[in-house]
């Protein structure tokens, strides 16, 4: 695929992501474990399903700004093949905040555009900085998950079941990056990563 037709998919896959219902190729996680929840925790929920449904679209939008600039077969194979499995993890905070009587970020495709400048950016300085950028990305998804999984509602098995399969996910992802060569980024990289992924999480709980 030339680069022309790789930016005409990329458009596409960010219209698909943000206006279309996405489907997952795997089973709905905590399918009938729904509990009854207060109208309060069903608020608190979906805005937390929110923020991890714009980490989703972004998510989308780094891989394939990342796969479009990568340089290695094996490496654009990876990305590819974790963006399949975040596709799923889009359908399924899609579906819980539709569930939740919640709506989506109004910013979405602001999200998805930064996002994907981000992975573009992260395949042009090579493949091994680009696999860095991914396993960075994932290990500070993951542990912002895990902080999901505490401010839960207790009831919300479902909302639970969903992160945590998202977790063990992410997790793997960064796992794989790691073992194809990703190079470690410096400190201030990954606390400008950090800050900026903090005040996209304030605003997508908000907006």
């Known amino acids: 695929m030339n680069r ?3 930016l005409i998919t990329t458009f596409d896959l960010g219209l698909r992501t943000v206006f279309a219902t996405p489907h997952a190729g795997r ?9 009854e929840l207060s109208e309060t925790e069903k608020a608190q929920s979906a805005a937390l399903m929110r923020v991890n ?4 679209v972004c998510a989308q939008a780094l891989y394939a700004g990342q796969s479009l600039t990568a340089r290695n077969d094996t490496v654009r194979a990876e990305l590819e093949a974790a963006a399949r499995e975040e596709t799923d993890h889009l359908a399924w905070c899609a579906q ?3 569930e939740l009587d919640g709506r989506k970020s109004l910013l979405n495709p602001l999200w998805f555009g930064g996002a994907f400048g981000m992975g573009v950016a992260a395949g042009l300085l090579g493949d091994r900085w680009n696999l860095g950028f991914l396993a960075e ?12 999984l505490k401010r839960l509602p ?5 909302s639970r079941a969903i992160v945590e399969q998202m977790k063990a996910d992410e997790a793997r992802h960064a796992q794989t990056a790691i073992e194809h060569g990703g190079m470690p980024l410096p400190f201030a990289v990954k606390v400008t990563m950090r800050f900026a992924a903090d005040v996209m999480r304030q605003v997508a709980s908000r907006v």
């Open 4 to 6: 022309l037709d790789q």
């Open 27 to 35: 089973p709905y996680p905590g399918a009938g474990t729904e509990a």
């Open 53 to 56: 449904h714009v980490g989703e």
């Open 96 to 98: 819980r905040i539709d």
């Open 137 to 148: 990305t994932e290990q500070q998804v993951e542990a912002h998950l895990d902080d999901h």
């Open 154 to 158: 207790a009831g919300d098995l479902r």
